[in-house]
């Protein structure tokens, strides 16, 4: 089942910072946050993952509480061609065999003009 | 990144057919694959794990006699959805484990059944 909540829907102005939030509460000491979007009709692209400290990679910045209940994904610049829907996930540490990815319902980003 | 490759990317086949539809991953070896459902406007729903050489573990409500899983090698898993129904029209994605434990996707495969 899956362990985060997200908005629904978001929009964001083209070239602005688009912050997608995401509430992970019943999160545990060995999870790490996952994002990834998935653009219609096609498979979900992996953007960033952390555990506790914020992590920034080409494609966006994770930022994650302190007490790790929530995190924001960050698309410094967004454009139109990051209109997708964004899903959060939290999942055992990468090493671990067998984990699964339970997607929860994502927030659907659209970058307006 | 690596590179999940699915085939067919999308099928139309009549009801009461059997539909195959792979997936690979084609620079990594993967022990283990994950085979999701989306419907129309909803997110993924996790069907199975598939692990090589063994039998594919199912989600609870999931019919492993509907939606056969085979994983003969660390490249290649299939999903066999048997005797098709219109009910079972829907996008088919597929991941890969990596042995960094990272998870890469497939670019879905779309099955309509008339």
């Known amino acids: 089942d899956a362990k985060t909540t997200q908005p629904p829907s978001m929009d964001c102005a083209e070239g602005r910072a688009a912050n997608l939030p995401c509430n992970h509460s019943?999160?545990?000491?060995?999870?790490?946050v996952y994002w990834y979007r998935q653009i219609h009709s096609q498979g979900p692209q992996y953007i960033i993952h952390?555990?506790?400290n914020n992590e920034t990679n080409e494609m966006a910045s994770l930022i994650i509480t302190e007490d790790r209940k929530s995190s924001t994904l960050i698309l410094p610049h967004a454009t139109l061609r990051d209109t997708a829907v964004y899903y959060c996930?939290?999942?055992?540490?990468?090493?671990?065999?067998?984990?699964?990815?339970?997607f929860g319902t994502g927030t659907s980003l659209t970058v307006i003009p | 990144g690596a590179v999940v490759s699915q085939h067919p990317s999308w099928v139309i086949c009549k009801s009461g057919t059997s539909v195959k539809i792979e997936c690979r991953s084609l620079?990594?070896?993967?022990?283990?694959m994950f085979w999701y459902r989306q419907f129309p406007k909803q997110s993924l729903m996790l069907m199975a794990t598939?692990?090589?050489?063994?039998?594919?573990?199912?989600e609870q409500g999931v019919e492993k006699d509907k939606f056969l899983i085979n994983h003969a090698s660390l490249t290649l898993s299939t999903l066999t959805v048997t005797s098709a129904h219109p009910e079972d029209s829907s996008f088919y994605i597929c991941?890969?484990?990596?042995?960094?434990?990272?998870?890469?996707f497939g670019e879905g495969s779309r099955l309509t059944v008339l």
């Open positions: 991941s890969a484990r990596a042995n960094t434990g990272e998870l890469f």
């Open positions: 019943t999160i545990s000491g060995n999870e790490y």
């Open positions: 952390g555990l506790k």
């Open positions: 996930i939290v999942r055992v540490a990468p090493a671990n065999t067998g984990n699964q990815f339970y």
């Open positions: 620079d990594f070896q993967a022990t283990t």
């Open positions: 598939s692990n090589e050489g063994s039998k594919a573990t199912y």
